[in-house]
């Protein structure tokens, strides 16, 4: 049940606008409302997204179809074993005529990033896409080229029990805001699929609509949304406690926090809020802080996976609240 | 090992409840000394790996050890070793002390046997404790003969266990329980991780970790245990009594009592010559019953007679004799035979009476209600006190008088009277011419009841003997002078001698001293020096002791005096008996004995006579019913303290969310409109808690005010109103608390009301009716205390743990 209340004005444009975006990118995307709710949460808290699942249930799609929707230059990286680091960041290569080194951009330098299969590659190509993740910037032989804002990756891989991956690495995960699981579609969105895309390619429908620049205002508008102590606290006291997990080997970082509040925000601010509420946090914890999670020797034991640990510690944690006088 | 040393030191603790039975400290050295005797057997066997058979057999041996060498060395060989002539010294304290023990009321004085006894005691406890703790290692049931030492105290004592030394045994029996704990866990490997929530989520990591690993089981154990402790020691304070109990008494034996606790036996026979030689009367009672008929109040009854003087035997008051605990022992000798007269008697002593430490009552007492450490003796049912005297009390005393009648009387002829022999004991030395006087005028006497009157006979028949007061004292011939040559004496000689000619032909008799019945005052009887007496009580088996009257009455003798109907010279109208001493039959005729059969349960028969005679005043001590209504009111006010906080708090939020919140024109108001926004949002916010709480459906911490509004919306399926009226609660909260501006907040009450009317209606009668009558809400709040103080417990821990981590760590 949504609680109405007025949207603050500086909010208007941002709730109108992410809303076009996702009727765009769910007209080609059925039934996955909580999975593009995330993307856009993700894009506008500036992170980058990992999208899991086993092959075939739209993750490729579910990147192109943001990337299309959004007026901005859009590249794709197929992540192959062989793929080379500089494949990525892009080389410098001789130019013949003013006899000079010249910088030819790899693919990294576009607002959105599709990265596909990730964990196919290897992990020297993948800790390639790091530094440009975490400092939207490129480093070639000295030089460093700012990246664009606004920049997301959209890495989407396939689950690490499939043949012929490399698991991504504890840095390079914690480097992702959120990870999220497709799952298949129901069965009616199914049928509703095979109806309305059974002969086009409903991407090549898929018009832009809305510009860098907008989006880039929406960023700015999200920044603004106000985070008080008590949830700050409450953000702190849900990553400390998975830190403190005996179900855990490896709790999440602070930096998991950061972007933690981040998406909290972003999320705030798609529901028309200026304001986070612990229920920002709850919803977000389990894409936020699920992937960055190690269980323990026991837990893989009771084959308790990362996300219900998470669950049991939202449900513990207790949230902030008036002590009443 | 451990678990001795902790069996040991739980037996001791457990020994400290019955320091307020001593005077004095010796008994706790010996008793350490006993344990640590103990203690030592139990290392022993541990060390040579003994059968669990051995160890107590051991124990008992070292206990015997320490026992010879304390109080029988100089009969030992080399100090230790027992010999036979120390055995029967030990035996010799054992009886000595077992009769010091029946003598004495609490605080006892420590006589070596008391002492020996004692330790004795305390070491079988300490080696049962052993033998369950370290060997059969049921170390809870080794709380079994703790609790046996520790009701020791609890029964023999009136007041309350001291708390100090309940909570010292308890710790000591806690002890024993985590030495076991610990033992169990080290045979079969690591502690079962116990923790808490609020740890879990709080404090470093490895510590926290590394302290659960270890100390998991002992630190929930120490918390369980601290808990019952301080529950047992402040719950029984804040339950309703029935009685003021007196809580928070350091130790039983500090009420400063004094010395003094063996009873002192006055000189009664000295004590009533006093008493009549006075040349004024004084007020000594004054009393009333429910007949309204004068009764001889007894004080002493002198049951030994050595040739010269009647003496009294020291009485026997065992605890369980209290006049507190209920009807008194059964009269003596007293069958189903006889008609019973229920009678209840208001007594009241006067101020003035000093140092009188017997109750004087009619006889056979049943049941006294009375303030203070009364005990009756069981044989001749006295009733006195150690440590109480009598002046200025007043009580209650229900008697069951038997109402023999002649026949009834004549056909006991024959049976032997079951008695202590003492009643029946003469001096070797008794004057021949006595022996021969009883012969002579008990001669044709058909049967022993026969014979008793025609003792009574001979003393009152007139001019056979002459009242005179001034008669003097108590030569060795006193008796036969009396007798045989003066004639000439008062109610002491002619009790005594009635009591000696009886006891010569054969009937049991004792004297008794007390008062006449006294003469009547408006609706009270009035007893003064003067009436002070000396009758013989006579035994006849199936009908127990009955007072005779040999003393002249009247102006020439006793002036109050009364011969019992009984007792009169036959022949005389016996068919409408009457209650003993009374004036005469006739008027007693319409007094409606109860039937023998009604006696069994003599509490409610005197309950019966209490209402049916109504002449109890009013005022006095209420009733059993009255007591348990006021203590059930009690009980009920108790009960609706927390519907009463409920309300308070309540109302107290209500108004402040009335409080209407206008629009804020400048930044100040708006400060403040925020501020008391918040306070109006904080009020309703705990209300709704509180509701939720009350009803059953509690938040639950992590449930945000949104997620709470939506649960109980799909789960109580409320109306669109109320679902409205929630939401708004719930976005008030959430703005106030984390909204940069909580806006403008609209009062609250109404949305309040709805909310808590639709969830009423969700909800049982019973539970509506429990919330607000016994609110759970309230409760919650002492149980939030009592998690905080075991979190105050776990703090302590953890500082001690992590001091020990620093420690092996540098």
């Given at each position: 049940?949504?609680?109405?209340?007025?949207?603050?004005?500086?909010?208007?444009?941002?709730?109108?606008?992410?809303?076009?975006?996702?009727?765009?990118?769910?007209?080609?995307?059925?039934?996955?409302?909580?999975?593009?709710?995330?993307?856009?949460?993700?894009?506008?808290?500036?992170?980058?997204?990992?999208?899991?699942?086993?092959?075939?249930?739209?993750?490729?799609?579910?990147?192109?179809?943001?990337?299309?929707?959004?007026?901005?230059?859009?590249?794709?990286?197929?992540?192959?074993?062989?793929?080379?680091?500089?494949?990525?960041?892009?080389?410098?290569?001789?130019?013949?005529?003013?006899?000079?080194?010249?910088?030819?951009?790899?693919?990294?330098?576009?607002?959105?990033?599709?990265?596909?299969?990730?964990?196919?590659?290897?992990?020297?190509?993948?800790?390639?896409?790091?530094?440009?993740?975490?400092?939207?910037?490129?480093?070639?032989?000295?030089?460093?080229?700012?990246?664009?804002?606004?920049?997301?990756?959209?890495?989407?891989?396939?689950?690490?029990?499939?043949?012929?991956?490399?698991?991504?690495?504890?840095?390079?995960?914690?480097?992702?805001?959120?990870?999220?699981?497709?799952?298949?579609?129901?069965?009616?969105?199914?049928?509703?699929?095979?109806?309305?895309?059974?002969?086009?390619?409903?991407?090549?429908?898929?018009?832009?609509?809305?510009?860098?620049?907008?989006?880039?205002?929406?960023?700015?508008?999200?920044?603004?949304?106000?985070?008080?102590?008590?949830?700050?606290?409450?953000?702190?006291?849900?990553?400390?406690?998975?830190?403190?997990?005996?179900?855990?080997?490896?709790?999440?970082?602070?930096?998991?926090?950061?972007?933690?509040?981040?998406?909290?925000?972003?999320?705030?601010?798609?529901?028309?809020?200026?304001?986070?509420?612990?229920?920002?946090?709850?919803?977000?914890?389990?894409?936020?802080?699920?992937?960055?999670?190690?269980?323990?020797?026991?837990?893989?034991?009771?084959?308790?996976?990362?996300?219900?640990?998470?669950?049991?510690?939202?449900?513990?944690?207790?949230?902030?609240?008036?002590?009443?006088? | 090992?451990?678990?001795?040393?902790?069996?040991?030191?739980?037996?001791?603790?457990?020994?400290?409840?019955?320091?307020?039975?001593?005077?004095?400290?010796?008994?706790?050295?010996?008793?350490?000394?006993?344990?640590?005797?103990?203690?030592?057997?139990?290392?022993?066997?541990?060390?040579?790996?003994?059968?669990?058979?051995?160890?107590?057999?051991?124990?008992?041996?070292?206990?015997?050890?320490?026992?010879?060498?304390?109080?029988?060395?100089?009969?030992?060989?080399?100090?230790?070793?027992?010999?036979?002539?120390?055995?029967?010294?030990?035996?010799?304290?054992?009886?000595?002390?077992?009769?010091?023990?029946?003598?004495?009321?609490?605080?006892?004085?420590?006589?070596?046997?008391?002492?020996?006894?004692?330790?004795?005691?305390?070491?079988?406890?300490?080696?049962?404790?052993?033998?369950?703790?370290?060997?059969?290692?049921?170390?809870?049931?080794?709380?079994?003969?703790?609790?046996?030492?520790?009701?020791?105290?609890?029964?023999?004592?009136?007041?309350?266990?001291?708390?100090?030394?309940?909570?010292?045994?308890?710790?000591?029996?806690?002890?024993?329980?985590?030495?076991?704990?610990?033992?169990?866990?080290?045979?079969?490997?690591?502690?079962?991780?116990?923790?808490?929530?609020?740890?879990?989520?709080?404090?470093?990591?490895?510590?926290?970790?590394?302290?659960?690993?270890?100390?998991?089981?002992?630190?929930?154990?120490?918390?369980?245990?601290?808990?019952?402790?301080?529950?047992?020691?402040?719950?029984?304070?804040?339950?309703?009594?029935?009685?003021?109990?007196?809580?928070?008494?350091?130790?039983?034996?500090?009420?400063?009592?004094?010395?003094?606790?063996?009873?002192?036996?006055?000189?009664?026979?000295?004590?009533?010559?006093?008493?009549?030689?006075?040349?004024?009367?004084?007020?000594?009672?004054?009393?009333?019953?429910?007949?309204?008929?004068?009764?001889?109040?007894?004080?002493?009854?002198?049951?030994?007679?050595?040739?010269?003087?009647?003496?009294?035997?020291?009485?026997?008051?065992?605890?369980?004799?209290?006049?507190?605990?209920?009807?008194?022992?059964?009269?003596?000798?007293?069958?189903?035979?006889?008609?019973?007269?229920?009678?209840?008697?208001?007594?009241?002593?006067?101020?003035?009476?000093?140092?009188?430490?017997?109750?004087?009552?009619?006889?056979?007492?049943?049941?006294?209600?009375?303030?203070?450490?009364?005990?009756?003796?069981?044989?001749?049912?006295?009733?006195?006190?150690?440590?109480?005297?009598?002046?200025?009390?007043?009580?209650?005393?229900?008697?069951?008088?038997?109402?023999?009648?002649?026949?009834?009387?004549?056909?006991?002829?024959?049976?032997?009277?079951?008695?202590?022999?003492?009643?029946?004991?003469?001096?070797?030395?008794?004057?021949?011419?006595?022996?021969?006087?009883?012969?002579?005028?008990?001669?044709?006497?058909?049967t022993t009841y026969d014979a008793a009157l025609k003792l009574q006979e001979f003393f009152t028949k007139p001019g056979n003997f002459q009242y005179d007061l001034r008669t003097q004292g108590h030569s060795s011939s006193a008796l036969r002078d009396f007798l045989i040559r003066d004639r000439v004496g008062y109610c002491e000689q002619f009790a005594a001698s009635m009591a000696v000619l009886a006891r010569q032909v054969g009937i049991p008799s004792r004297v008794a001293i007390g008062y006449t019945g006294g003469v009547q005052v408006g609706e009270r009887w009035e007893v003064g020096t003067n009436d002070s007496h000396s009758w013989p009580e006579l035994y006849f088996e199936g009908v127990g002791w009955l007072p005779f009257e040999p003393t002249p009455s009247g102006a020439a003798g006793q002036g109050s005096a009364r011969v019992p109907v009984y007792a009169q010279p036959r022949p005389v109208e016996t068919t409408g008996t009457s209650s003993t001493p009374t004036p005469g039959a006739s008027s007693s005729a319409a007094d409606e004995p109860q039937s023998p059969t009604a006696r069994r349960n003599i509490r409610e028969l005197d309950r019966e006579g209490t209402v049916a005679t109504g002449t109890l005043p009013p005022d006095d001590s209420m009733p059993l019913i009255a007591k348990i209504g006021i203590g059930l009111a009690a009980l009920l006010l108790l009960l609706l303290i927390p519907a009463a906080a409920r309300l308070v708090t309540r109302s107290r939020r209500v108004r402040s969310l009335g409080w209407k919140v206008s629009e804020p024109s400048d930044e100040l108001t708006a400060r403040m409109v925020s501020g008391r926004g918040r306070l109006t949002v904080a009020a309703a916010w705990a209300e709704l808690d509180d509701v939720l709480y009350d009803y059953g459906m509690a938040r639950e911490t992590s449930e945000t005010p949104r997620a709470l509004a939506r649960r109980l919306t799909q789960q109580y399926e409320l109306d669109a109103e109320s679902a409205a009226a929630l939401s708004a609660i719930a976005s008030a909260v959430e703005r106030v608390l984390f909204a940069?501006?909580?806006?403008?907040?609209?009062?609250?009450?109404?949305?309040?009301?709805?909310?808590?009317?639709?969830?009423?209606?969700?909800?049982?009668?019973?539970?509506?009716?429990?919330?607000?009558?016994?609110?759970?809400?309230?409760?919650?709040?002492?149980?939030?205390?009592?998690?905080?103080?075991?979190?105050?417990?776990?703090?302590?821990?953890?500082?001690?743990?992590?001091?020990?981590?620093?420690?092996?760590?540098?």
């Open positions: 049940m949504a609680v109405t209340h007025d949207v603050p004005p500086q909010l208007d444009e941002l709730v109108s606008t992410a809303h076009r975006i996702r009727q765009a990118i769910e007209s080609v995307i059925e039934g996955k409302s909580d999975a593009v709710r995330l993307t856009l949460t993700v894009l506008l808290a500036e992170g980058h997204l990992l999208i899991e699942d086993v092959p075939g249930v739209g993750k490729t799609m579910l990147a192109k179809a943001l990337a299309r929707s959004i007026d901005c230059p859009v590249r794709r990286v197929q992540f192959t074993p062989d793929l080379l680091p500089s494949d990525i960041t892009g080389v410098s290569a001789y130019n013949q005529q003013t006899r000079e080194f010249e910088f030819k951009p790899g693919p990294v330098f576009a607002n959105i990033v599709v990265g596909d299969e990730i964990n196919r590659a290897s992990p020297k190509t993948q800790s390639a896409l790091l530094e440009c993740m975490e400092e939207h910037q490129v480093t070639v032989d000295g030089h460093t080229y700012q990246l664009d804002a606004p920049f997301m990756v959209i890495a989407t891989q396939n689950p690490i029990e499939m043949e012929g991956t490399y698991p991504l690495p504890e840095a390079q995960r914690d480097r992702f805001t959120a990870r999220v699981a497709m799952g298949y579609p129901e069965p009616t969105a199914e049928l509703e699929m095979l109806d309305v895309h059974g002969g086009t390619s409903p991407l090549d429908k898929l018009e832009p609509v809305a510009t860098t620049a907008e989006v880039r205002a929406l960023i700015e508008a999200v920044r603004g949304v106000y985070v008080s102590q008590a949830v700050k606290k409450y953000a702190i006291d849900l990553v400390v406690a998975t830190r403190h997990s005996p179900d855990l080997r490896l709790g999440a970082s602070p930096r998991s926090t950061l972007q933690l509040v981040r998406a909290a925000r972003a999320h705030a601010a798609l529901a028309g809020r200026d304001y986070v509420i612990p229920d920002d946090l709850q919803d977000l914890a389990i894409p936020v802080l699920a992937h960055r999670l190690l269980p323990s020797v026991e837990a893989q034991g009771q084959r308790r996976l990362p996300e219900q640990v998470v669950t049991d510690l939202v449900r513990r944690v207790p949230v902030p609240e008036t002590r009443s006088s | 090992m451990r678990l001795t040393i902790a069996a040991g030191v739980a037996s001791f603790t457990a020994a400290f409840l019955l320091s307020p039975l001593f005077q004095g400290g010796g008994w706790f050295w010996t008793s350490l000394g006993v344990v640590l005797a103990v203690v030592a057997a139990g290392l022993v066997s541990s060390r040579l790996s003994l059968p669990a058979w051995a160890a107590p057999l051991l124990g008992l041996a070292a206990t015997w050890i320490f026992l010879t060498l304390s109080f029988a060395s100089d009969k030992a060989w080399a100090l230790v070793v027992p010999t036979k002539s120390s055995v029967v010294e030990l035996g010799r304290l054992l009886a000595v002390g077992w009769a010091d023990i029946q003598r004495f009321a609490a605080p006892v004085p420590e006589t070596e046997g008391v002492t020996l006894l004692t330790a004795g005691g305390v070491a079988l406890i300490a080696i049962a404790v052993d033998l369950l703790a370290a060997r059969v290692r049921r170390a809870a049931l080794s709380g079994l003969p703790l609790l046996a030492l520790a009701t020791v105290p609890a029964t023999i004592l009136s007041e309350p266990i001291s708390w100090w030394a309940f909570i010292v045994a308890a710790l000591g029996f806690i002890s024993l329980l985590i030495a076991d704990g610990r033992e169990r866990v080290g045979h079969w490997g690591r502690a079962v991780l116990v923790r808490r929530t609020r740890q879990a989520t709080s404090g470093t990591p490895s510590a926290a970790r590394a302290a659960a690993d270890t100390s998991g089981l002992r630190l929930s154990g120490k918390r369980i245990g601290f808990a019952a402790i301080l529950l047992a020691v402040l719950l029984p304070a804040a339950l309703p009594a029935m009685e003021p109990v007196s809580f928070f008494t350091f130790g039983v034996g500090g009420r400063g009592s004094g010395p003094g606790n063996s009873i002192s036996i006055p000189n009664p026979i000295a004590n009533l010559k006093g008493q009549l030689d006075l040349p004024e009367r004084r007020v000594v009672l004054t009393y009333a019953n429910n007949d309204n008929k004068p009764r001889y109040l007894r004080i002493y009854a002198l049951d030994t007679f050595d040739g010269q003087q009647f003496g009294m035997t020291q009485p026997k008051g065992a605890p369980q004799n209290r006049t507190e605990n209920g009807p008194l022992p059964e009269p003596p000798g007293l069958g189903p035979e006889p008609k019973i007269n229920n009678v209840v008697t208001n007594i009241r002593i006067s101020d003035e009476i000093a140092r009188l430490r017997f109750l004087p009552l009619p006889y056979p007492p049943r049941e006294i209600r009375v303030d203070g450490d009364w005990r009756a003796d069981v044989d001749t049912l006295m009733v006195f006190s150690t440590r109480e005297e009598a002046a200025g009390l007043e009580y209650e005393v229900a008697t069951s008088e038997p109402q023999p009648t002649v026949d009834l009387l004549d056909s006991l002829d024959g049976i032997r009277p079951e008695v202590d022999p003492r009643f029946l004991a003469l001096p070797e030395d008794l004057p021949q011419e006595v022996r021969d006087l009883a012969e002579e005028v008990t001669a044709g006497a058909t940069r501006d909580p806006g403008r907040i609209e009062p609250m009450s109404k949305d309040l009301r709805k909310v808590r009317q639709a969830l009423a209606a969700t909800v049982s009668r019973g539970r509506r009716m429990r919330a607000v009558l016994l609110p759970p809400s309230t409760l919650r709040r002492l149980r939030l205390l009592g998690e905080r103080l075991l979190d105050g417990f776990d703090l302590l821990e953890t500082i001690r743990l992590r001091r020990t981590a620093a420690q092996k760590g540098g």
